[in-house]
């Protein structure tokens, strides 16, 4: 009655199968479209990293290029 049989197998397989490519290939057109909807380019966008240094004066973190003054006594950096 229950019993598993290479049919069912095979048909249970294919069953898997097309919801599993289903749900990637509905799944990645809706992302894409939520994207291209808001306007979003992250695709074609990269942050600007910086580089940061330790102030020895306030132990703060300021970046290299553009260093600029804290506002606390002794600051190495000037106004």
Do not use: H
Not at 27 to 40: A, F, H, Q, Y
Not at 46 to 56: L, N, S
């Amino acid at each position: 009655m229950l019993g598993f049989s290479l049919p069912k197998l095979i048909v249970l397989g294919l069953i898997v199968a097309a919801i599993w490519y289903g749900f990637k290939f509905f799944g990645s057109g809706r992302i894409s479209l939520k994207s291209k909807m808001s306007g979003d380019d992250s695709n074609t966008v990269t942050p600007d990293a910086v580089d940061m240094v330790q102030c020895a004066t306030c132990s703060d973190f300021v970046a290299v290029n553009g260093k600029s003054f804290c506002g606390k006594e002794g600051c190495p950096y000037p106004e």
